[in-house]
């Protein structure tokens, strides 16, 4: 397996713009995680799914953020409309149920101008 | 929620020393303690975790110890390796996935 894939490895927009960000998970994995890494509030998680299903969204800073699992391949994280303190780096992550180990994919790093 | 501090926040230690990370958490409800490694342009990766239930755990050259009645856990490398350079996360969960992350920890080591 490839690991976890995000894309687009970085993004750069202005302010005001929206922002799409996706993850393809490990596949046969039931859990979905996104988080936003940041050098003043560090690792934050945001949102997490189980099986599609979103199980706890208290780390969604506000109602610009929204993110959907439409399927057990695919999800995103979008924002609108960006400021410049969304600027961060994204990270999806995957892990099995009895797991606990998360997968990290290698990021998405905004920058918002 | 869980608050979790990570102490220190940088750490340069010679090859072949030790190096040890010190973690406390907040929520006597948490029951899981894993510690991530984020290399540079990386995603964190999962080195070692601990459940509440052990005082204990090594793989290699890595341990961590749990001591639940003080809230702490740590990380202990020993005969550090250049390759051990990274910044290391200690994280506390009370349900395996909603992880709360300390800030990181720097780790150099010197050739």
């Known amino acids: 397996d490839a690991g976890v894939i995000q894309s687009p490895r970085h993004e750069v927009t202005e302010m005001g713009q929206e922002v799409t960000l996706r993850c393809k998970p490990i596949?046969?994995?039931?859990?979905l995680f996104w988080y936003r890494q940041t050098m003043m509030r560090g690792l934050e998680l945001l949102i997490y799914f189980n099986n599609n299903v979103p199980i706890d969204d208290s780390g969604m800073p506000e109602d610009r953020f929204s993110a959907k699992m439409p399927n057990a391949s695919f999800s995103t994280l979008k924002i609108q409309p960006s400021e410049p303190r969304d600027s961060a780096v994204y990270f999806c992550a995957s892990s099995l149920w009895g797991s606990a180990e998360a997968f990290f994919g290698q990021g998405t790093r905004l920058t918002v101008v | 929620g869980e608050n979790v501090e990570q102490h220190p926040s940088t750490l340069s230690v010679q090859e072949g020393d030790s190096a040890v990370i010190k973690c406390t958490y907040s929520?006597?409800?948490?029951?899981?303690f894993p510690w991530y490694k984020q290399e540079l342009g990386k995603g964190p990766q999962l080195i070692i975790d601990i459940r509440s239930n052990v005082g204990e755990k090594k793989d290699q050259r890595i341990a961590v110890t749990l001591n639940k009645t003080a809230k702490h856990f740590s990380l202990h490398i020993t005969e550090t390796q250049p390759e051990d350079s990274a910044v290391y996360f200690c994280?506390?969960?009370?349900?395996?996935?909603?992880?709360?992350f300390g800030a990181g920890t720097t780790v150099t080591v010197r050739a």
């Open positions: 929520d006597s409800a948490s029951n899981y």
């Open positions: 596949s046969g994995h039931d859990y």
């Open positions: 994280a506390a969960s009370s349900n395996d996935y909603k992880l709360s």
